[in-house]
């Protein structure tokens, strides 16, 4: 499995906007995508964003759609999860992981690496 290390996460305002970062390996044998996941206190673990290694084809969840924003940077082997108009229900740990394909951060089913997570607590 992959070495994937996250950072960004923070503690913002409602209505604010945090960046994260996951630093992975730019080669991925097996899985396609790599993505965002989060895990809350009394919420299900939700896959937030994920996007496509082969075609850039990406997914989020419809809880975060129009203010998360998935991007990759090859060069950097760093994928980055853009988070504006945070609310507080977006308090979660946030897990880059990743994924024999993009279909896999909606059905949460092959997933492969995890990373140890980054705190994300939006708050006054």
């Known amino acids: 499995q992959v070495q994937l290390v996250e950072s960004g996460g923070g503690l913002v305002q409602p209505g604010g906007s945090l960046r994260l970062s996951c630093a992975a390996p730019?080669?991925?044998?097996?899985?396609?995508?790599i993505g965002w996941f989060r895990q809350a206190p009394g919420k299900e673990r939700e896959g937030v964003s994920c996007?496509?290694?082969?075609?850039?084809?990406?997914y989020s969840a419809e809880s975060v759609r129009g203010r998360f924003t998935i991007s990759r940077d090859n060069a950097k082997n760093t994928v980055y999860l853009q988070m504006n108009d945070l609310k507080p229900d977006d308090t979660a740990v946030y897990y880059c992981?990743?994924?024999?394909?993009?279909?896999?951060?909606?059905?949460?089913?092959?997933?492969?690496?995890w990373g140890e997570g980054a705190q994300v607590t939006v708050s006054t």
């Open positions: 996007i496509s290694n082969r075609d850039g084809n990406t």
């Open positions: 992981v990743t994924a024999l394909t993009v279909v896999g951060c909606r059905s949460l089913r092959g997933l492969g690496s």
């Open positions: 730019g080669v991925t044998p097996n899985y396609d995508a």
